[in-house]
C-alpha cells in the first residue's frame, strides 16, 4: 500500500524524542560508570516519589493519597538494599 509521508511537525517530535532518549541514557551510563551500583538504584527507585512531590509542589498538582501510600513499599525496600550493602564487607 501507499505510504503517506510523515508530516515535518511530527518528524521534529520524533527526532527531539530520540536526542532525549539517546543523552538519557548516555548521561546515565556515566553516571554508573562514577557512582556505586547501590546509590544508582536508590536514586532510580525513588524517582516516582521525587516526580510526584515535584509536580505537587512546583504545579500544585494535587495526587490522590493512595498514589503516596504506595511510594511507601518502595522507598522501604530501597532503603533496605542500601542498608544491606552498606553492612556488606
Do not use: K, W, Y
Not at 556505586?36 to 527507585?45: H, I, N, S, V
Not at 521525587?50 to 504545579?59: G, M, N, V
Not at 522507598?75 to 550493602?85: F, Q, R, W
Amino acid at each position: 500500500g501507499a505510504q503517506r509521508p510523515m508530516p515535518r511537525r511530527t518528524r521534529r517530535q520524533v527526532l527531539l524524542l530520540s536526542l532525549t532518549f539517546g543523552t538519557s541514557m548516555a548521561c546515565g551510563n556515566v553516571g554508573l560508570s562514577s557512582v556505586p551500583l547501590d546509590l544508582a538504584q536508590l536514586a532510580t527507585t525513588t524517582t516516582p516519589l521525587i516526580t510526584l512531590a515535584l509536580s505537587a509542589l512546583l504545579l500544585g498538582r494535587r495526587h490522590h493519597p493512595l498514589q503516596f501510600a504506595a511510594m511507601g513499599p518502595l522507598c522501604l525496600g530501597a532503603a533496605c538494599s542500601l542498608a544491606g550493602e552498606l553492612r556488606t564487607p
